[in-house]
């Protein structure tokens, strides 16, 4: 099973960054029709039985770490993540995020960890946009340079345990675990 644990992002916003999509050059460009916050990828090949522990470290990490509100975000600029030769292979757009949230990410590594996920890359905290197949790297950045962002801010309440199908069409997601908190009242 191919697993992450990620934050939904609010209907109000992706509607935005759809909006967003649109203004990006099409050719060889396949925008991403489901936009969350990955918090970590835990694999490609995850054993089912392995399902059980990933969900004792989430729920360790929520009774660890609970917010007592809910966790903020700030639109920022879109940027790319480009391949060994320089090509730009994601297109994405860059979160401001609170502290209480990159809190909740460490111990939520930390407790993973412990249950045999060692998390290998520096949280970078994003929302894929897109997957670039034919690169075209300078028209490409001109274009998304010329892209104007409302650093729009959001609130989430909820995190997703995932299980992300790849299929020759793009990928498909299910979400297998919903991990919410009550709204400060």
Request: charged share 30%.
């Amino acid at each position: 099973m191919r697993i992450f644990i990620a934050v939904p992002i609010p209907e109000d916003i992706q509607e935005y960054i759809f909006q967003l999509q649109k203004q990006i050059p099409s050719k060889g460009v396949f925008p991403n029709d489901h936009l969350h916050l990955t918090l970590q990828f835990l694999g490609d090949e995850i054993p089912e039985d392995k399902l059980a522990d990933i969900k004792v470290a989430i729920k360790k990490t929520f009774e660890q770490s609970m917010p007592d509100k809910n966790l903020m975000f700030q639109l920022r600029t879109i940027n790319t993540f480009k391949n060994r030769f320089g090509q730009i292979r994601v297109i994405w757009i860059g979160l401001k995020i609170s502290k209480l949230l990159l809190d909740l990410q460490k111990e939520l590594e930390k407790n993973l960890e412990l249950v045999g996920f060692k998390n290998e890359k520096v949280f970078l905290p994003h929302v894929t946009l897109a997957r670039v197949k034919i690169p075209r790297t300078t028209q490409l950045e001109e274009a998304l340079k010329k892209i104007p962002v409302e650093e729009k801010v959001f609130e989430i309440n909820e995190i997703h345990l995932i299980q992300s199908l790849l299929k020759p069409d793009g990928a498909k997601y299910k979400v297998l675990e919903k991990y919410m908190w009550e709204e400060e009242k």
